[in-house]
């Protein structure tokens, strides 16, 4: 049976990613206007734009140029070169001087290319670090997947060591995700914690629904008693709740502590976090792929299918 469901996803996922579908897909007008609810358009326009209106809101944000898995050196400098394009047209806006991030794929700086890749997106990532440092924007790096979770963490390590700020993201779900807290949490460290972003064996990655939720708890009980910024990923209004309890109890505050949520997932309680003094930061992906993203924000979270229609219905 296990093995029957593996077959399953994996003609699922490729028929969802699939280039010809996803082409249909993009045309599809009812399709569009869905989507226009979860991602912040096809341009960097756009989606500075929508960062704009959000942060005039009282909110925060990071876009995440949506992009595929780069296949040769020219295309890792082009998306290098766009990614450094769009720091510098959110630092030219004076509104969003302390309030905006970019959330960055090495993948698509070159992370998978043969003969070199994890060097090249080293150096394709401290060029962007470089840039938004120079602009007032925050950088944070994605963690994409277990293929390349081992590369990922070492990157980011190395990128620390000349850009303190860095966003380093932590899956709960993963069994070293609380060595990896205790290894990382310094001050000025900034720390992205989510439940799990994404799927993965069994010998790297809790399984079990309890299991991860107790694992989610530990974390955030850990991730919030360190010095360290604390970025709390959730939509689930357990760990909501819970969260809010350790940032009175502990006298955090927005200065060192925020939640993250996706554009269009909950965003009255998005409000009300602002309303009520804690800092909340957006997840906007933006650019032409995002269907293939919506795609897999459903497969490698089936979860998220439930977030995605509690939305549509309730807006909250």
């Not at 010809?20 to 912040?40: C, G, H, N």
């Not at 650019?287 to 439930?306: F, I, K, T, V």
Request: proline residues 6%; aromatic residues 4%.
């Amino acid at each position: 049976m296990p093995m029957r469901r593996s077959r399953i996803r994996r003609a699922v996922t490729a028929a969802a990613t699939n280039h010809r579908i996803a082409e249909a897909m993009t045309r599809a007008e009812p399709i569009r206007l869905i989507a226009e609810d979860y991602v912040a358009g096809e341009t960097l326009t756009d989606a500075v734009a929508t960062a704009l209106d959000r942060v005039d809101k009282g909110l925060e944000v990071t876009l995440h140029p949506l992009s595929t898995e780069i296949a040769d050196p020219r295309a890792a400098e082009d998306t290098t070169g766009s990614l450094i394009g769009a720091v510098e047209e959110l630092g030219s806006w004076p509104e969003l001087e302390g309030h905006a991030e970019v959330s960055i794929n090495l993948t698509s700086l070159g992370l998978r290319l043969p003969g070199g890749g994890p060097r090249a997106a080293l150096e394709h990532a401290e060029a962007v670090c470089r840039a938004a440092r120079n602009h007032g924007v925050l950088v944070t790096v994605e963690d994409e997947g277990p293929e390349v979770h081992p590369e990922t963490l070492e990157i980011v390590t190395s990128l620390l060591a000349d850009f303190p700020d860095t966003g380093v993201v932590v899956q709960a779900a993963r069994h070293d995700s609380l060595d990896q807290i205790r290894e990382l949490a310094a001050p000025g460290r900034r720390i992205r914690l989510c439940k799990g972003a994404y799927s993965g064996p069994a010998r790297e990655m809790v399984t079990r629904p309890h299991d991860v939720d107790l694992r989610m708890a530990s974390c955030l009980r850990a991730l919030l008693q360190s010095p360290a910024t604390a970025m709390i990923a959730t939509h689930d209004p357990v760990f909501v709740a819970i969260a809010e309890r350790l940032i009175a109890d502990l006298g955090r505050g927005p200065d060192d502590t925020e939640f993250q949520m996706l554009q269009g997932i909950r965003p009255l309680e998005q409000r009300r976090l602002a309303d009520i003094g804690l800092k909340v930061r957006v997840y906007l992906p933006w650019g032409r792929e995002w269907y293939r993203y919506c795609a897999r924000q459903l497969l490698d979270r089936p979860a998220n299918l439930w977030l995605f229609s509690r939305s549509l219905v309730v807006h909250r």
